[in-house]
Structure formats: structure tokens, C-alpha cells
């Protein structure tokens, strides 16, 4: 396996991207808890990110409102299934954790879709700032409240409840 990693610079601070044989396997923020250790992230080299970048700088522009880019995930069954529907959220949507995980099949699991949605790998891109608390609320972020905070704003979510049934999904 070959890991190569960039910095590039975004809206929410310097942004570290990770490459595993050439597919975006990390994007992680300043200070981001679960944050790999940075002699993981392979080489500096910034050739298999121009994609990624290209997309992020669309994303800041708001002219693009969902990435297509090949990922190259590592997780657990249950992780990547949870990473995975976190890509249906729409742009400027939020999702519950306890609607996340109705619609992965798993009712009760509520908890450990927010685990699972803690641990991903590629934030922004695999929108995990879009899940929100059952009352509307924010909950944690493993880039900081702020920050998602911030994300949500600039997207135009809504804060103060979950969607409605009919538009899940």
C-alpha cells in the first residue's frame, strides 16, 4: 500500500489529504480528534489530489454541491455502511443519528452510527457535519462545533430539527 499526502488550504483551516495507491483515504482538519498520527500519512506529494483539490475549491465556490470522487475507505462492515448513506444527505440537509440508522436497517443504533459517523476518514467530502442531534441540536464533530457549525451555514442547513419522514433518504 502506498500512502502519499498533500496540505491545502480550505475556508475551515488547512486541510491534510491522504492517498492510499493513489484513491483519497483521509481528509482531515487541524486538530481534528481521531486524527491519524502524521508520520502515517505516507509521502508529501501533491500529484494524486489535483481531483480533490479541484473539487473542494468547487465545493467553496458553491458550485458544486456533491463530490464524485473514488474513495479508498477503511473500516468496519458496519462503518463503511454508515459512511456510505452519509453520502446521500443532500447539500444544504441535515439528517438525525437515530434517522441514519432507521435507514441503515438498525433502529437502535443510534449510538453507534455516531461512533461510526466520528470515525470517518474523509470529512467534507463524506458530509458526516450534515447529522445532527434528534432535537435539532449540534453534537459532536470530530473537526470541532465550529467548524461544523460553520459548514452547515454555508450550506443553508437548517438547524432546529430533523427533516420530515417523507423526505429521508
Known sequence: MRRQHTVTDSPYGPLTLVATDGLL????MTDQRHRPPQETFGDPDPRPFGEAIRQLDAYYAREL???????????????LSVW???RTIPYGETRSYGELAEA???PGASRAVGLANGKNPVG???????????????TGYGGGLDRKQRLLAFEGAPLGGPAPAETLF
Open 124 to 138: 467534507i467530502i463524506v458530509p458526516c457535519h450534515r447529522v445532527i442531534g434528534a432535537s435539532g441540536g449540534l
Open 25 to 28: 483515504s483521509g481528509l482531515y
Open 104 to 106: 441503515l436497517g438498525k
Open 65 to 79: 454541491t456533491a463530490f464524485d470522487l473514488r474513495l479508498h475507505l477503511a473500516g468496519t462492515p458496519f462503518q
Open 84 to 86: 456510505e448513506r452519509l
